[in-house]
């Protein structure tokens, strides 16, 4: 495993800020709202060879009794548990605040090894004289840093390295499959993977669009690496009020970017919504792995038909995806989620699949042969030979006489016969049609 490095601290002393600096990417949301950053976010961060997971954290309230913030503390006591080192922030301009008090009492608590970061010294020479009042912490040398402008922050990632286990893998990550778990808010898309999990990883509550972030979590099973993104709900645009929530949104559709297989959730007691065809269709013109979930099947009152009947109307939504699987799992009673890791591995396998030139012409021969390809006016279409150009999506270009005799609707034919004889199941298939005069 990579060290893992949190940046904890009270709300609004620039976290995000230092995370983004560190990760070297917009990550996390950073916005002058306290409590923005609400789970903890993971990145893979890289310094001078060292590799390590960076999270950050939501700001920690140890007094506060509401909902949220409790369940933040609750999120920042688990970084803290299974972190490696922890960076403490403090604002050089507000001094020791009680807050930071209660926080370094936790962490000493905690035992863990912890990096004292002042942010917010923005210039460079001595540091002014209220940094010094930080060494009443008692955590050692205060290091002075502006995650804004970068300053300090080589020094700080010197510190982190330093202490680092002895027996830590920092060598990068090799390939692992990365799942994106999208769909509109409150579908059960951070229940799925705390349950995956086995761990509250990402922050569970009733209160729609709780997780604004996308989340990354490393995990194994039977010996095979995943990493799940889970992404904050997506809302019609419409209801967007929140800057905030327009991140999100754009976060999600990172996430479905970044991602080889696409898991889409949908909520069984609420049925199909036109925002849940705009997620998927996002992620099949994108040309992802996509398997449809549905969720929350264990509230349904059923009978023998049920799910055959909810099947149905799953296709019809969903027709132009027609190649994905659809299973029906419950997030909170585990029913089928084992499942659907199976699913997910071989979705990603059919992804990457790559097909003979040979047997690709056989199949191609065998189709023309089948079904006559179409004419038009006394000039008939006429398909050369094929070969497929790259894999994640599968992409065959086809050679033909003319495009324009190469009806949609033989295209969906040819596409169909590959399916039947190479399966892809849960992949598109893209196809591009190039003219060559003569054979």
Known sequence: MK????????????????????????ISIVEDTPGVTRDRIYADAVWLDKAFTLVDTGGIEPASKDEILVQMRRQAELAIDMADVVILLVNVKDGVTANDQDVTAMLLKAKKKIVLAVNKVDNIGDPPFEFYEFYNLGLGDPIAISSTHGLGVGDLLDAVCERFPEDA?????????????????????????????????????????????AIDSHFEHNGDKYLLIDTAGMRKRGKIEEV?????????????????????????????????????????????????????????????KTMNVFRERVKETFAFMSYAPILFISAKTGQRVENLLGEIKLVNQQHKR????????????????????????GKRLKIYYGTQASSAPPTFVLFVNSKDLFHYSYLRFIENQFREAFGFEGTPIHFIIREKQGK
Not at 3 to 26: C, D, E, H, M, Y
Not at 366 to 373: G, H, V
């Open 244 to 304: 905030v929530e327009r991140y999100s949104v754009v976060r999600s559709l990172a996430a479905v970017d970044r991602s080889d297989v696409c898991v889409i959730m949908i909520d069984a007691q609420e049925g199909m919504t036109e925002q849940d065809t705009k997620i998927a269709g996002y992620a099949h013109e994108q040309g992802k792995a996509c398997i449809i979930c549905v969720n929350k099947w264990d509230a349904i009152e059923k009978d023998d």
């Open 169 to 213: 893998d920092t060598t990068e990550d090799e390939d692992e499959v990365k799942v994106a778990v999208i769909g509109r808010p409150n579908a059960g898309k951070s229940s799925l993977i705390n349950r995956i999990l086995g761990e509250e990883r990402v922050i569970v509550s009733n209160i729609a669009g709780t997780t604004r972030d």
């Open 354 to 377: 790559r097909i003979t030139t040979g047997m690709l012409n056989d199949i191609l021969n065998e189709a023309m042969a089948k079904q006559q390809p179409p004419s038009d006016k």
């Open 3 to 26: 060290p893992l490095v949190a940046i904890v601290g009270r709300p609004n002393v620039g976290k995000s800020t230092l995370f983004n600096k560190i990760s070297g990417q917009r």
